[in-house]
Every structure is written in structure tokens, then in C-alpha cells.
């Protein structure tokens, strides 16, 4: 998804509000979307993180190969 997607996903999700059984909205639905495109954005950090990690650990590898 781009980031303009995820935006929008989040944007509509959060109209709908927080559950609520008196009114009978999608609530619950959109939270669980909003805690997984959340759980999305930490996946693709500590993902990014985990890059970062072995880039530099390749480049230790190849200098002490030199």
C-alpha cells in the first residue's frame, strides 16, 4: 500500500468512530483496522531496522576480508 492508501484507510476507519453497541456502527471493525495498520507501521520500522543491521554488518564482513 502507498502511503496516501494507508492514510486514507486510516481516515475512514477513524469516521466510524469507537464500538458502540447503542448505535450499532461499524466501531469495533474500524478499530481492529486502525490496531492493524498500527501493528503495520511497527513491522515495517523494526523491519527497516533489521536492514539497517545487516547492511552493517556486511560492510564489517567485507572489510575484514580486505
Not at 450499532?24 to 515495517?44: D, H, P, V
Amino acid at each position: 500500500m502507498t502511503q496516501d492508501e494507508l492514510t486514507e484507510a486510516e481516515q475512514l476507519a477513524r469516521c466510524y468512530g469507537p464500538a458502540n453497541c447503542w448505535t450499532g456502527t461499524s466501531g469495533t471493525l474500524a478499530a481492529w483496522i486502525i490496531r492493524l495498520l498500527n501493528e503495520r507501521k511497527e513491522l515495517k520500522q523494526q523491519l527497516e531496522a533489521i536492514k539497517a543491521q545487516c547492511e552493517i554488518a556486511s560492510n564489517l564482513n567485507r572489510r575484514m576480508e580486505q
